[in-house]
């Protein structure tokens, strides 16, 4: 669901507060609990609305191995100090992207967390680290599959790597749903 939900999401925005509502309703189909539906769906649109910019274009489309400038993206919500933090992004960019996406991905999916008081606290938080991590591996993939196979609406490393970033998403919701 989320494959074909995340491409959709990328090509218009107004999906994120679609899938937003649709995590919403499907929480509240199986906890009956409209605090826990309510709170996951908009920390997932207010996750969602980070933006991902250089560094995914460059994991997707291998454009540029150096930093650009000005380099802005993630400036205002602490994810660039973060991530410049562990990999100098004028030394490595490249590696300063991958953890850049990760911990962007960590922003995106800390909408999980209520999940900890219906759901043992270590298996979200495994969820949420797993989903930060397939952001930038989604990225990764795009790259690689883009040259292999291309459709309609699904052309280039960053429409790839969101379907790959979907399919991650599915699975970890899943297995968290089951756990419910």
Same mark, same amino acid.
């Given at each position: 669901?989320?494959? =074909? *939900?995340?491409?959709?999401?990328?090509?218009?925005? =107004?999906?994120?507060?679609?899938?937003?509502?649709? %995590?919403?309703?499907? @929480?509240?189909?199986?906890? &009956?609990?409209? &605090? @826990?539906? @309510?709170?996951? /769906?908009?920390?997932?649109?207010?996750?969602?609305?980070?933006?991902? !910019? $250089?560094?995914?274009?460059?994991?997707?489309?291998?454009?540029?191995? +150096?930093?650009?400038?000005? &380099?802005?993206?993630? +400036?205002?919500?602490?994810?660039?100090? @973060?991530?410049? +933090?562990? =990999? $100098?992004?004028?030394? $490595?960019?490249?590696?300063?992207?991958? =953890?850049?996406?990760?911990?962007?991905?960590?922003?995106?999916?800390?909408?999980?967390?209520?999940?900890?008081?219906?759901?043992?606290?270590?298996?979200?938080?495994?969820?949420?680290?797993?989903? /930060?991590?397939?952001?930038?591996?989604?990225?990764? *993939? /795009?790259?690689?599959?883009? +040259? %292999?196979?291309?459709?309609?609406?699904?052309? !280039? !490393? /960053?429409?790839?790597?969101? #379907?790959?970033?979907?399919?991650?998403?599915? #699975?970890?919701?899943?297995?968290? *749903? *089951?756990?419910?």
């Amino acid at each position: 669901m989320f494959t =074909v *939900l995340n491409r959709l999401r990328g090509m218009n925005g =107004v999906w994120s507060k679609f899938i937003g509502l649709l %995590l919403s309703y499907i @929480l509240l189909s199986i906890s &009956y609990n409209q &605090y @826990l539906a @309510l709170s996951v /769906g908009i920390l997932y649109v207010i996750g969602e609305s980070f933006g991902i !910019g $250089d560094c995914e274009a460059t994991l997707t489309m291998r454009m540029t191995n +150096k930093m650009p400038t000005p &380099y802005t993206e993630g +400036k205002n919500n602490g994810i660039q100090w @973060l991530a410049s +933090k562990i =990999v $100098d992004p004028s030394k $490595d960019w490249i590696n300063h992207c991958r =953890v850049w996406l990760f911990i962007r991905g960590i922003y995106w999916w800390i909408c999980l967390l209520p999940l900890v008081f219906f759901i043992e606290w270590y298996f979200v938080l495994i969820s949420i680290i797993i989903l /930060g991590l397939a952001f930038p591996l989604a990225c990764e *993939l /795009g790259y690689y599959t883009s +040259k %292999l196979w291309n459709f309609k609406y699904m052309n !280039g !490393g /960053g429409e790839h790597s969101e #379907v790959w970033n979907g399919l991650a998403q599915d #699975v970890v919701i899943l297995i968290l *749903l *089951l756990r419910f």
